[in-house]
Structures are given as structure tokens and as C-alpha cells.
């Protein structure tokens, strides 16, 4: 199937007079990307044009990214992506995510939006977006994919690298004493005093150091922080059942 | 055993001629018993022992005490009728309960076989056979729940067999009223119109009976928040308003079970956090036992209707049929309703899962009580009913009720994770929590977190404020899970110690040998979880004191090294922790900082949001404890929270005993527990102790006095403070 797929959509690319790499890069992504099938992409090539070119573009980058999302679901993601892109720009903004209302009563809400953008850029397209909502896709039906070199989107290890980095905000790869108290105060804010952040903070690096049995700095690595978690079944709480 | 009682009374019933028939249709053999004369005694088995004489004997009683009035004035009376009632119900329901404790010896007698196999046929029509089914299907899990609890298993399998525990009651009973009254119309009479409004009227007794059960637990949350300077009475109102929900269900014919259910579910997490741990343990006990009371007298019933022969008839046909049936549909229940459910689910429900479920339908009280209920006149077929009824439940209990453990051994059932709760896991799952909603927000989905996070947030801005009482308001959870993993931390450190000085820290439940050693135990409990506190507050500063311990002697500030002496990660086979060995090196430091950092832990380990207290109480307390003591105590500020790591840690913990061995050395125990009253009150979980000196270790070189812990503690022990047995009174919780 995939080898047809390949052929539609190469005729697809020549017609609209792309250049050759981009055929290359098809052909791999839907190498990646066996769950799509080809009525579902073509029925919705027929029926829109220049908005699906954009989404068919942006569907084999995400396919290169190795999200494995399915295609309704992405349609439905890229419906969305469109409603917060206000002005039509085709990518996102700060101010877009902001403007959803329940965010702002989230503690860790500006986290969040910071964890779409990577360090230095100020816009996010649709692959992106795709990608970090990938990390939340339920994997009960992952199959082992032959030749997938990389590692799925939602592994364990990729969604712990998620959530540490919405810790670790300077991004040195450690959640230094400072990070820890700052995501404490956001969480708690106005229930708990001072010092009782510190001694749960406190109590927390200490905890991870131990576990860990490293190196007894003021902080928590990402070992450490793996480690403290592998009790918990991150799978099932870090999944989103839309996303399959 | 209870089978033995109805053959007590069967005795009765031939000893006895005046017994007017145990054969009654309506009326329950209790009441008859209890009507008779005087001639009967207590029942039991030493009444049909004695019953042949009984009679007569009695008779002479009551022809003596008439004799009485006639007479003098007498000293001791017999009084009898006027306590009858009372004391027979009193001793069957202690001869039942007696029949707990010897349940092992005494083993299950099997049925007294009285079976009359009549082969007649069951004369009903559908509408009875319904009305059957209805009632059959009531499933009392009570066994089953009492195996899950006693084999953990995981907490999805749990969750739902004790949903349906709690809900089915009401679903049955709603249907059994619903066929009632079909049956009293008549079948001929039940037109279609009729079978709507019948599924009408469930959803609206099921659906109202709750919306009444939640209205009071509203105001149950909201009279429990002002209950803080009557906590005597605080069971009282519960139970009256769960009382009142039910009797108001039952004034509209709604459903009661269910009102009553909600009102619990609904008040559970305000009127918790409302009342005192009294009350909640008052509240749970009686409740406990009033559900016993009365589960112990239906099946006393259960077994004498039994043996009964007068009230039942049997059908073998029925019977076999119906012992088949309910276990297969109820398996096809449960399959099917799984794969309905399994669509919708995260985590699937598995073979196991469902076989245990289909496995776990026993009958019990509810079916039995139904089925007795019904009128002979309306339903011609109720001995029928009644005798299945009989057979099914005491074929389910037994059977399935005794061979649902081994089953649930056989078949591997998931156990609860029974993990150590960490301090990282918590804040993490609660990050969790929160990252998840974020995510679902952006993506516009409206899933379980986004109406998960609406209900908190309703529940915190409205409820809340409504329903809790203004110190609970402000609690964290997160800040109660902390100082539930350091009290379980202390406790497992404490045990490690006493294990190491061949000292046991029993459970203050259990039964004692002697009183000395109870004592001893108690005291020694005690004592050690107010060393808690202490060791608690300066908690990250002890692994680093414990890290003291690996060092050459007297170093100030000793290399960090292994950890694997820590109790709390030590496993079973390990050598003792350093606190009793090693941790004697008193390294000079400075004694003012070392107890202001103490003082600003504890004050943050039990100080709530709102510090407005005018005389600090502590600093009257330590006005009053001699010895080194910080002239210039300041009130706590977020500036004496910042500890310098490192070396300054390990020498607060040290120098806190240097201190308080000096303190007690000064003054006596009961002057140290008397000061420290002060300081209890102040402490927001009332299970947490006042400060006291952590086990000195044994001796070493060095300055200072030490004292082995087994010395130190008998110390405590063999001289109890008067002032001290204020504190008794506060237990230690059970967690």
C-alpha cells in the first residue's frame, strides 16, 4: 500500500511542480507513516485545494518528525491550529495561546506555551504543534515499526524529556533548587508559606539525591528525576485518548 | 451456629405447646418469641437444654413473683417481663457474634436437610417471575470486599465491585418496587403506557433520591463547619441528617439507599475535614457496628426461616434453574457490559478483571429481605420464592463466599501497588494534573482533565468556601502528604532503632501479655514518636548527620559518604542505623543558631498560612526551659528559613540532643512535657508531638552525658510523669 501511496502522491507533488527533494522526503516519511490510508488523503485532497496543500506539507513533515498521529486526528488537530492562528499567518504566535481562556488560570500554563516554541524562535507551525502534542498520544496500539530509527514520540523517556524541561527552564539539564521552588510556588501559590516550600523543596532534591545515589548537588538530573518516576505509570497518566 | 438457634427454637416450639406456631405468614418469628410470656427465657442453646423444664419452672416464677404484691416488700425482685424484650434480642445477637470469634471451631454446620421435595409446580406468571428476577439479582458483595481488603487487590477491581455494592441496593430495590406495584394492578391490567411510565418512574426515584441525598450533604458540610466548640456532638449531627435524607427519600418514594449513599459520598470530603478525629472515629465504629447488628439479625432470620418448614416451599425445578441462571447471566452481564465499557476506558478491563466480578454476585440480606416482604396474598408464589431465595443465598455465601480467596490467589489478580508514597511522586503527579489540562485546553479538546479541572476549580471557589470550616480552608494537600511521608519516614526510623536495642514498637491494638510489658510497649511508643517530631522538622538535616556518623570522630565538617545506613533505605537485613551508634560526636557549634534553625523548622512544619499570633507561645516555653537558649529569639521569617548547607546541618541535629540532654538533666521529665503542652496545642496535626530529646546514643568519648536508648527509654518508662499523662491521651495516629 504504501508503495501506491507513494506513487499518488509523487504524482500529486510533480503536478503542483515541487521540487525533487521534497519527493524524496515523501517517500520516506510514508515509509514512517503506515497507518494512513490512502482513501482517507485522497477523499480530502478532492474535496479542498490550497488549504490542503498546506496540511499535506505540514502532515509529511510531522510524518517525518515520527509522530504517527492519525489523519482524522490531524485534521482535527490542524482544524484547531487554524481557529488559534487569528490572522491566518500559518504558524502561532505567544499572544494566540494566550488568548485561550483557561490557560491563564493554569499554573503551569505559561510553561506550556513555552514548551511550543523552540529556545530562540517566536512562531510555531503546524508541525511543531503537532509534535509536542504528539508526546500525549495514548500507545496502546503502537506497533513495532521495522526500520524506525527513531523513538517515538510518546516513549517514556521522550515524555519525561518533556515534562523536565517544562522544570528546567535555563535548560542546563538539571532542576536546580530555584526551578524546583519557583514550579512549587506557581502549583501551590497561596496555600502554603515560604518555608514550607523550602522544606518541601528541600526535602524533594534530597529525595531524588538519594534515590539516585549520585552526586549530591543542589538539584535533580534527569537521571535522578527518571528514577524518582519510574514507579509511576507515566503511560497512562500522561496520555490523551484523542490522540491515537 | 445460627443454624443451631433455629434448632433451639424448633425444641422450643415442641417443648413448649403454648408456642402458637413459629408457622406464621407474615409476622417474623423474633416478634412471637418475643411476645411469649414468661416462659421463656433467653435463647440459645442452654434454653433447649433446659426447655423441658423451663415451662414449668417459669410458670412457678411468675405465680411467685404475684405472690409478691401480695407479700411484704421484697429486697430482690424477678424482674423479667419487664426486660424480656431487651435481653433476648441482646443475648441472640451476642451468641451470634460470639459465633464470629469461634467461627474456626465451631465450622459451618451444613443445613439441617429438612427438604420436602414437593414436586409441585410453581404456579406464576410473568409479572411474578420478574418480580423474582428482580429481587434475586440483588448482589450483597459484603464477603467479597472482605477478601479484597485482605488480599490488596488493585484499586480499579476494588473500585468497582464496591460501586456496584453501593448502587445496586438501590437499582433493585427500585425495580422491585416497580414490579410490585405491576403485580398488585394485576397482570391483565398493565397496559403499555404502563411500562413507560414504569421506566419513568426508576429513573425518577433513582435520579431524585440522589438530588435529595446531595441537598443534605450540603447541609451536613455546612453544619459541620461551625461544630468546632461542640465537638462532642458531632457524630450526633451526622447521623441525624444520613437519618433525615433517608426519611425524606423515603416521605417522596424516592429511593432511600441511594439518597442516603450520596449524601455520604457528597458530605464525605467537608464534614472529614470538619469534625475531629474523634468524632471520625467515633462515626466509623458505630457505624460499623450498627451495619453488623443488623446484618447479624437478618441472617439470624435467614436461618431460621430455614429450617422453618411452614414458610417455604420447595421447588426443585425452580430451585436448580435458578442456581444455574444467575450465574450465567450474571457472567454475560458482565461481558457484555465490558465491552461496552472497554470502548470508553484508558486501561481496559481484562479476563481476570471480569471473571472476578461474575464471580464475585453473591446474594445476600437484600435479596432475602425482599423476597420476604412480599404479600402471600398478590403473589401466590412467594414460597416458592422464598425457599429459592434460601437456597441461592446460603449456596453463594458458602460456596462462592469461601472459595473467592483461593480464586482470586489462583487467578494472579493484580495487587495494589503498595509503594512507598515519595515526596517527588506527588509534586510530579499534581504537575501532571495540571500539564495535562493545559495540554487538552490547547489542543480544544474537552476531555477528563478539562472537567476534572472545572469540578476543582467550582469546587474551591464555591464549595469550599461554603462547606469547610476557615482553618481546613487553607490547607494544602500537598502540604499534608508531605508531612504524612516525614511522620511515616520517622515511624520506620523509629522502629529501626528500637529493633537495634531488641525493643518492639507493638501497634497499640494489640492484645498485650502483661501489663507491664503493655505498658512498657506504650510508653515506649509513645515516647519515641515524640522524638518524631524534632528529627522530623530538621529532616533533610539528617542523612547529612547520619552521613556524620561514617567519619573520623569530632570533624567538623565530615565528607558526605554512603547512604545505605539510612533507615528508611535500609532493607530488612541491614546493620542499625547510626543514630544509636555512632551519631554521638557533639561537634561544637553554635548553639543559637543551631536552635533558631530548629525552632524556624518546626514553626514552618506546623504553622498555618496565617501567622498572627501575638505572643508567640514558644518563646514562653522556652522562657521557661532552662539552659541554652537564644537570647535574641526572633519570630520566624522567611530569612531564617534560608539554611547555609553543608556542615551547618548535621550539627543542628547533633546539638539539638547536645541541648535537650543537658535540658532534661535539669530539670524533670515533667517539667520538660509540661512546657511543652504549649507547643502541642500550637501544632496543627494534633498527632504530631512536642519536641523531645531523639535517643541519645551509647557512650562514646566526648563531652555532654549520654546514655544507651534502652536505659534512656526505660528511664521514661519506669518513671511516668504526672504531666505526661495529659499527652497519653493524645494517640499517636494510626496512618
Given at each position: 500500500m504504501e508503495t501506491a501511496l507513494i506513487k499518488y502522491l509523487c504524482r500529486f507533488i510533480k503536478n503542483k511542480n515541487t521540487k525533487t527533494d521534497n519527493l524524496i522526503l515523501f517517500r520516506y516519511s510514508f515509509t514512517e507513516w503506515p497507518d494512513v490510508k490512502e482513501s482517507s488523503i485522497e477523499a480530502t485532497f478532492l474535496q479542498k485545494s490550497s488549504r490542503h496543500r498546506l496540511m499535506l506539507s505540514s502532515l509529511t513533515q510531522s510524518a517525518v518528525l515520527c509522530v504517527s498521529v492519525s489523519s482524522s486526528h490531524l485534521l482535527r488537530l490542524y482544524e484547531r491550529f487554524e481557529s488559534l492562528d487569528r490572522e491566518n499567518r500559518g504558524h502561532l504566535r505567544k499572544e494566540d495561546f494566550q488568548a485561550v481562556r483557561e490557560l491563564s488560570m493554569n499554573p503551569v500554563g505559561d510553561r506550556i506555551i513555552g514548551s511550543f516554541f523552540s529556545p530562540g524562535q517566536e512562531t510555531v507551525d503546524f508541525p511543531s504543534f503537532v509534535q509536542v502534542l504528539?508526546?500525549?498520544?495514548?500507545?496502546?496500539?503502537?506497533r513495532i515499526r521495522d526500520g524506525a530509527q527513531k523513538e517515538p514520540a510518546n516513549s517514556t523517556a521522550r515524555r519525561l524529556k518533556f515534562v523536565f524541561q517544562l522544570y528546567d527552564?535555563?535548560?542546563?539539564?538539571k532542576i536546580s533548587r530555584a526551578e524546583l521552588l519557583q514550579v512549587l510556588r506557581e502549583m501551590l501559590g497561596m496555600q502554603v508559606t515560604e518555608e514550607q516550600l523550602q522544606s518541601i523543596a528541600e526535602r524533594a532534591i534530597q529525595e531524588a539525591n538519594q534515590e539516585a545515589n549520585q552526586d549530591k548537588d543542589d538539584a535533580i538530573s534527569f537521571d535522578e528525576f527518571r528514577k524518582s518516576m519510574e514507579k509511576v505509570n507515566i503511560d497512562h497518566k500522561m496520555s490523551i485518548r484523542f490522540l491515537e | 451456629m445460627l443454624l443451631l438457634l433455629p434448632v433451639a427454637v424448633d425444641l422450643l416450639g415442641t417443648a413448649a405447646p403454648q408456642l402458637q406456631g413459629l408457622a406464621l405468614g407474615t409476622a417474623s418469628p423474633v416478634h412471637h418469641l418475643l411476645h411469649r410470656g414468661p416462659e421463656y427465657g433467653a435463647p440459645g442453646i442452654a434454653l433447649a437444654r433446659s426447655a423441658a423444664e423451663e415451662p414449668a419452672g417459669f410458670g412457678g416464677e411468675e405465680r411467685d413473683a404475684a405472690e409478691h404484691h401480695s407479700g411484704g416488700y421484697r429486697v430482690?425482685?424477678?424482674?423479667w417481663s419487664y426486660v424480656q424484650n431487651p435481653y433476648i434480642i441482646a443475648t441472640w445477637l451476642l451468641v451470634a457474634s460470639l459465633a464470629k470469634i469461634c467461627k474456626s471451631a465451631s465450622g459451618v454446620c451444613v443445613c439441617v436437610c429438612v427438604c420436602v421435595c414437593v414436586y409441585v409446580h410453581v404456579q406464576a406468571d410473568l409479572m411474578d417471575f420478574l418480580l423474582f428476577g428482580a429481587l434475586i439479582s440483588a448482589v450483597d458483595p459484603v464477603a467479597v470486599l472482605a477478601v479484597f481488603e485482605e488480599v490488596h487487590v488493585n484499586e480499579t477491581l476494588f473500585i468497582i465491585v464496591f460501586g456496584e455494592s453501593l448502587l445496586n441496593d438501590a437499582v433493585t430495590v427500585v425495580l422491585y418496587k416497580v414490579y410490585i406495584s405491576f403485580v398488585e394492578v394485576g397482570a391483565a391490567n398493565v397496559q403499555t403506557a404502563d411500562y413507560f411510565k414504569g421506566v419513568a418512574s426508576f429513573l425518577i426515584v433513582s435520579i431524585g433520591g440522589t438530588l435529595v441525598g446531595l441537598v443534605f450533604a450540603v447541609i451536613l458540610g455546612f453544619i459541620t463547619r461551625f461544630t468546632k466548640k461542640v465537638r462532642i456532638i458531632e457524630p450526633l449531627f451526622v447521623f441525624l441528617l444520613v437519618y433525615l435524607a433517608y426519611l425524606t427519600a423515603e416521605l417522596f418514594s424516592l429511593s432511600a439507599i441511594l439518597s442516603m449513599t450520596f449524601c455520604g459520598i457528597g458530605a464525605n470530603k467537608y464534614v472529614e475535614a470538619n469534625i475531629s478525629q474523634k468524632s471520625r472515629t467515633t462515626v466509623k465504629y458505630t457505624m460499623k457496628n450498627l451495619a453488623s447488628i443488623a446484618e447479624t439479625i437478618i441472617f439470624i432470620f435467614l436461618g431460621i426461616s430455614a429450617v422453618d418448614k411452614s414458610k417455604w416451599a420447595w421447588d426443585t425445578g425452580l430451585v436448580s434453574c435458578t442456581l444455574i441462571f444467575i450465574f450465567v447471566f450474571r457472567a454475560a452481564g458482565v461481558v457484555g457490559q465490558t465491552w461496552l465499557l472497554n470502548r470508553f476506558r484508558l486501561v481496559p478491563l481484562d479476563k481476570i478483571d471480569q471473571v472476578v466480578m461474575s464471580y464475585g454476585g453473591l446474594r445476600g440480606a437484600v435479596a432475602f429481605a425482599l423476597v420476604v416482604l412480599l404479600d402471600g396474598e398478590k403473589v401466590k408464589a412467594k414460597d416458592y420464592f422464598v425457599a429459592t431465595t434460601i437456597v441461592v443465598v446460603f449456596f453463594t455465601v458458602m460456596f462462592q463466599g469461601l472459595t473467592i480467596k483461593p480464586l482470586v490467589k489462583w487467578l494472579k489478580v493484580p495487587r495494589a501497588t503498595n509503594r512507598k508514597p515519595t515526596i517527588n511522586e506527588e509534586i510530579h503527579e499534581r504537575a501532571f494534573d495540571h500539564i495535562l489540562t493545559a495540554v487538552e485546553d490547547i489542543a480544544g479538546l474537552q476531555g477528563y482533565h478539562h472537567w476534572r479541572d472545572k469540578w476543582e476549580q467550582f469546587d474551591k471557589n464555591y464549595l469550599s468556601k461554603l462547606l469547610l470550616s476557615k482553618s481546613k480552608y487553607r490547607r494544602s494537600e500537598l502540604w499534608e502528604a508531605y508531612q504524612k511521608i516525614n511522620i511515616r519516614d520517622a515511624i520506620s526510623v523509629i522502629d529501626q532503632v528500637m529493633k537495634f536495642n531488641h525493643l518492639e514498637l507493638r501497634p497499640v491494638h494489640e492484645v498485650p501479655q502483661s501489663n507491664k510489658v503493655t505498658l512498657l510497649n506504650e510508653k515506649v511508643r509513645r515516647s519515641a514518636l515524640k522524638l518524631i517530631c524534632v528529627v522530623f522538622v530538621c529532616f533533610p538535616l539528617v542523612p547529612a548527620a547520619l552521613d556524620v556518623c561514617q567519619s573520623p570522630p569530632a570533624v567538623p565538617s565530615p565528607p558526605p559518604s554512603e547512604d545505605n545506613h539510612l533507615p528508611w533505605k535500609a532493607g530488612l537485613g541491614s546493620p542499625p542505623p547510626c543514630v544509636s551508634v555512632e551519631a554521638t560526636k557533639i561537634i561544637p557549634v553554635d548553639l543559637q543558631q543551631a536552635w533558631n534553625q530548629s525552632i524556624s523548622s518546626l514553626e514552618s512544619v506546623s504553622s498555618p498560612p496565617a501567622l498572627a499570633e501575638p505572643v508567640h507561645p514558644r518563646i514562653s516555653a522556652l522562657s521557661r526551659l532552662g539552659g541554652p537558649r537564644p537570647a535574641s529569639y526572633t519570630p520566624p521569617s522567611s530569612s531564617t528559613s534560608v539554611r547555609a548547607p553543608g556542615p551547618q546541618s548535621p550539627f543542628c541535629f547533633l546539638e539539638k540532643k547536645k541541648e535537650v540532654q543537658e535540658k532534661e538533666e535539669e530539670e524533670e521529665e515533667t517539667g520538660v512535657s509540661q512546657e511543652l503542652q504549649p507547643l502541642m496545642s500550637n501544632l496543627r496535626p494534633p498527632e504530631l508531638l512536642p519536641p523531645h530529646p531523639p535517643p541519645p546514643p551509647p557512650p562514646p568519648p566526648g563531652p555532654g552525658r549520654r546514655r544507651n536508648p534502652c536505659v534512656y527509654l526505660r528511664s521514661l518508662v519506669t518513671a511516668p510523669p504526672p504531666g505526661t499523662s495529659e499527652l497519653h491521651s493524645r494517640r499517636p495516629t494510626q496512618l
Open positions: 504528539a508526546h500525549f498520544r495514548h500507545t496502546e496500539n503502537d527552564q535555563d535548560r542546563d539539564g | 430482690v425482685q424477678w424482674e
